[in-house]
């Protein structure tokens, strides 16, 4: 009887790009951006509403309800 040898196969992975310190900081920066910016816009439209209601009520003469409570 023949003694098989063996058969010894290597698999080579592909190379994994390494996340670098600066990709995470990029990424962070930018969702942070993102945030800032939708906070800064929803608050413009909030403030915007809110002006808007007190400028109407004063061109109508409308005021709150007299039984509300009022913080002077």
Do not use: C, E, N, W
Not at 12 to 35: E, H, I, K, N
Not at 43 to 58: C, D, F, M, N, S
């Amino acid at each position: 009887m023949q003694t098989s040898q063996p058969i010894i196969v290597h698999v080579v992975q592909q190379p994994v790009d390494s996340t670098t310190v600066a990709d995470v900081l990029v990424g962070a920066f930018g969702l942070t951006g993102a945030m800032v910016l939708v906070a800064v816009v929803l608050g413009a439209a909030l403030g915007g509403i809110l002006i808007g209601v007190k400028i109407l009520r004063a061109r109508y003469g409308v005021g709150p309800d007299s039984d509300a409570i009022h913080i002077v």
